[in-house]
């Protein structure tokens, strides 16, 4: 493991030296644990050096977090350090036993841990103003829950912005019983974004000043590239344009936050630092990737390597080989893959905007580097995003009279009839309803619906994937490995529509921001369902906290894969059931950061008994 | 035959958009969402019971399971933060123009600038907007003119805005000024077009509407041309004002803007204003200009 941890050295070092670097590396961590006040040695220390803790450990561990001045990418910034570094250190914890994590505030403010996908008490949960108060500066908070799962997952704070400035580790838990994927050797990859911008100022441009971060607008100057990337016309290329802007919407804003401003990090380290794992030719090497970012979406291939996907969300599934595949935030995924020679192989990790990338190699020894792919152009919405087509012809930039014809082809295939809520009864766990019109926009000046219907997304990769000539991970391809304890149909659904106006850049669910909502209220020990309805144009991370959303992917009561964190596209119908399994209050959010902070946030509450009228999540 | 060629996809994908409501209700068959239950109509259909015989979770330290159901059905203890600070008010200036303005004719240059900003939630916000232009050289005049508005969003593009207007003008030492009350509408129009239409109602009771379109075509990323008209209309003449019944003025503008950064841009423009009609008799019997071409060199500021 410890490989992994790991600066690029230099292209000469020895094993000796090697070693004894391994060797101070873990003095430091050994350092910051027992005296991490301030900074040692004359200059800032360099992102990226974690270390690594087990938390079910006899006596547990303890975190500290400090401000500190960081070399991210080789320029300093102002992290907000765990330990003394960025990510934190990945914890381990054992499946069965206890864990035991004291979290010493250090910092100027209050701040938070989440562990994210880990069940546990909902007072351990780590959110502040529905678990507990949050921790205050200068005190320490205990965390003690028992383990009872396993896999690979992530833990951050949950406390306004904190999350930007480097507050994420990773979080491995070993499973009890013997674990079904075989490796040889594992490594773990922490992809984030990073801002040397205060995050405050970052979501003020947001709020004040659309599309503040997005280079790659259509332009004058940029037609003749959409022609040649698409094939359309001048005259094509023109109405679609007139068409965007028409609907006041820019097919270019994929991301919200761009490479404008964005550093992206593997492991801490950008890409021009080049962070090495080792692997020897034949040996089956576990990637436990984590996407620890507050609002990038990445792409994940390594160019010649096919890459064998065994879990999502720590879920083992069915293992499923892939070449590239789509990480939303906060989603995980453990991949193996084996070196097939002595040769360098780059993990590449490009934005789903294209406007930037991570990236790092597997190579036999430190020093290799392979090739670094083209970067691709970037994607562009399609009228697909708007549910005005679907079908096999999804991801194709076709021309709006295609787009037309496709909708007029296609419109009465899917049709079903409207389904009265069936108190009581048991609900249908296969052949969901494929697509639902959308009724009169009722959301108010928070919500800029532009779907004209919504329907099951499942096998669509995301805007900017499919067409490559490579296979392309989706969810219609996640099948839990074994079925999972709880599973029976829903007795109850509701739908949630997710909304925004992107223009004012205000976010919520049914048109309504957090403070203006009232308590999700789901009722304990129910199965309950939650059909997931996009309305805007982004895609949305959703992120429930405290029990499993399973997700409707196609499949059946046994094989359905269990999620944290489901990604919703644009115009996309996406259900999950959940076993309310889970008594308190929990937090339910899109987990890209700002929209989270600008109100796409839910209080669940889970309760005795739905009676009684609506409660508003303040008192 | 071929111009006609060329606009056919601009013509269909046009189509397409303004199709697609007619199309949608076209398919009034398939389910719509607007059947569907949202949460609280599913909570209140739901005919619950007790919950399920399950072995309860691993509970909070010294609680038990009915004491986390009861503490679940209420609010969070008032001693909790907000898990998101979603109400936060956010305040916004914006120089759209901070200019100098070189008359082509024998008129002086004068500095000009336009200026908004506001303070306040999602929804509701105080707005200001002020705008003017002194001249320095000669003669001291000048005039300026501010908007107090309370400002409500009430569709996701447009604004709902009330409020007073106060202006004045002065040239060597004579000085005028009046109040009028403010209702103006502002947003986004399909097309991208930015639009600001001000009714005015001033304290002798004329009125007087205002109205302001500009649209940002990009030629590269940060390069930016920028037409504006602004226009004036009157319901009544106005002497003292030198205003007359109807359209009274008009001005063409168009800026070249380079962003360095989207909050500080750099421009060069022309102005073309004249006046129309009544008014531009009224001024012509004073022997006044009823027309003037002006070049600009100015900074769009926004913080």
């Excluded at chain 1, 012809?393 to 069936?422: C, F, I, L, V, Y």
């Excluded at chain 2, 956010?90 to 070189?102: G, I, K, S, W």
Aim: proline share 7%.
């Amino acid at each position: 493991m410890a490989d992994n941890l790991r600066p690029r050295p230099p292209a000469a070092m020895t094993r000796r030296h090697f070693l004894a670097t391994t060797g101070s590396a873990a003095l430091a961590t050994y350092l910051a644990l027992t005296r991490p006040v301030g900074a040692t040695g004359p200059g800032p220390a360099l992102a990226g050096e974690f270390g690594e803790l087990d938390a079910t450990a006899p006596g547990g561990i303890d975190l500290y977090l400090e401000r500190r001045t960081l070399l991210v990418g080789g320029r300093p910034g102002s992290a907000i350090t765990i330990n003394g570094s960025i990510p934190g250190p990945v914890i381990r914890m054992q499946e069965g036993a206890e864990a035991l994590i004291r979290v010493h505030n250090r910092l100027s403010e209050s701040t938070s841990i989440h562990w994210h996908g880990i069940l546990l008490p909902f007072t351990m949960d780590g959110v502040p103003g529905i678990s507990f108060p949050g921790i205050p500066a200068g005190d320490t908070f205990t965390y003690r829950f028992p383990v009872r799962q396993n896999g690979t997952y992530w833990y951050h704070s949950h406390t306004g912005l904190q999350e930007q400035l480097g507050h994420y580790g990773q979080l491995i838990i070993e499973p009890a019983l013997p674990d079904p994927v075989e490796y040889d050797v594992e490594h773990s990859i922490i992809l984030s974004d990073w801002t040397f911008e205060e995050p405050h100022r970052v979501l003020w441009k947001l709020k004040t000043m659309e599309g503040y971060y997005n280079f790659q607008r259509p332009t004058l100057a940029n037609i003749d590239e959409q022609m040649q990337a698409t094939g359309m016309s001048f005259g094509e290329v023109m109405g679609k344009r007139l068409a965007w802007n028409r609907m006041r919407m820019d097919p270019t804003d994929i991301a919200d936050i761009t490479g404008a401003t964005y550093t992206f990090l593997l492991n801490g380290k950008a890409a021009h630092e080049n962070p090495t794992f080792l692997a020897s030719a034949g040996q089956r090497v576990r990637l436990r990737i984590v996407n620890a970012s507050t609002m990038t979406f990445y792409d994940i291939r390594i160019p010649g390597l096919p890459m064998m996907v065994v879990q999502a969300d720590g879920q083992n599934i069915k293992p499923v080989e892939t070449d590239e595949l789509r990480i939303a935030v906060a989603e995980t995924y453990d991949v193996v893959v084996t070196l097939p020679d002595d040769r360098a192989y780059t993990l590449f990790a490009e934005t789903m905007d294209r406007s930037g990338y991570a990236r790092g190699t597997l190579a036999p020894c430190l020093g290799m580097a392979a090739a670094l792919p083209e970067p691709r152009q970037r994607p562009m919405l399609t009228m697909a995003d708007m549910g005005m087509m679907h079908g096999g012809m999804e991801g194709m930039d076709s021309n709006g009279q295609d787009d037309m014809h496709q909708e007029m082809a296609m419109g009465h295939q899917d049709q079903t009839k409207a389904r009265p809520h069936q108190a009581g009864g048991e609900l249908p766990t296969e052949n969901l309803p494929h697509r639902l019109q959308h009724g009169p926009a009722e959301h108010g000046p928070a919500s800029i619906t532009m779907a004209r219907t919504a329907s099951r997304r499942l096998d669509y990769p995301g805007a900017g994937l499919g067409s490559d000539g490579w296979r392309v991970l989706t969810y219609s391809q996640l099948r839990a490995l074994e079925r999972p304890p709880g599973r029976r149909p829903p007795t109850r659904q509701f739908d949630l529509h997710l909304t925004g106006n992107m223009h004012k850049y205000i976010w919520g669910f049914d048109g309504k921001k957090w403070s203006e909502s009232d308590l999700l209220r789901f009722q304990y020990g129910e199965r309950l369902r939650i059909n997931m309805i996009n309305d805007t144009m982004m895609s949305h991370p959703i992120h429930l906290h405290g029990m499993w959303m399973d997700l409707y992917a196609g499949g059946n009561l046994h094989d359905n894969p269990r999620k944290h964190t489901v990604t919703v596209q644009p115009a996309e119908l996406l259900s999950v059931d959940i076993t309310v399994d889970a008594p308190g209050q929990w937090a339910f959010h899109c987990h890209l950061l700002y929209h989270m902070e600008a109100g796409m946030f839910r209080t669940v509450a889970v309760v005795r008994s739905l009676e009684g009228g609506p409660i508003h999540v303040r008192s | 035959m071929s111009a006609l060629n060329r606009c056919w996809p601009t013509i269909s994908a046009l189509a397409v958009v303004l199709i697609a409501p007619l199309l949608a209700r076209a398919q009034a068959d398939m389910a719509t969402t607007a059947d569907r239950p949202s949460h609280q109509e599913s909570a209140a259909q739901h005919q619950g019971g007790a919950p399920p015989e399950m072995t309860p979770p691993p509970l909070p330290a010294g609680m038990s399971l009915a004491e986390v159901l009861d503490y679940a059905a209420s609010p969070a203890p008032a001693h909790f933060p907000a898990p998101v600070p979603d109400d936060r008010l956010y305040a916004f200036t914006f120089f759209e123009q901070l200019e100098y303005r070189v008359a082509t004719d024998d008129t002086p240059d004068h500095l000009g600038w336009e200026a908004q900003g506001w303070i306040g939630g999602d929804f509701n916000k105080f707005w200001w907007k002020h705008e003017g232009e002194a001249v320095f050289e000669g003669s001291d005049q000048g005039e300026t003119e501010t908007d107090l508005l309370y400002s409500r969003l009430i569709t996701p593009f447009w604004n709902l805005q009330a409020g007073a207007q106060y202006a004045n003008e002065w040239q060597s030492g004579d000085y005028h000024d009046r109040w009028s009350a403010v209702a103006a509408i502002q947003g986004m129009a399909p097309y991208m077009f930015e639009l600001d239409t001000s009714l005015y109602i001033s304290e002798e009771g004329d009125v007087t509407l205002a109205l302001e379109a500009e649209y940002d075509l990009r030629i590269t990323q940060r390069v930016v041309v920028q037409p504006l008209v602004a226009m004036g209309f009157a319901a009544q003449d106005i002497a003292e004002r030198h205003l007359g019944t109807g359209l009274t003025d008009v001005n063409l503008d168009l800026r070249l803007r380079y962003e360095i950064k989207r909050e500080f841009a750099p421009y060069i423009g022309i102005r073309y204003q004249f006046l129309v009609g009544e008014t531009e008799n009224i001024a012509e019997k004073a022997g006044a200009d009823t027309e003037q071409f002006l070049v600009l060199g100015g900074l769009r500021l926004a913080f």
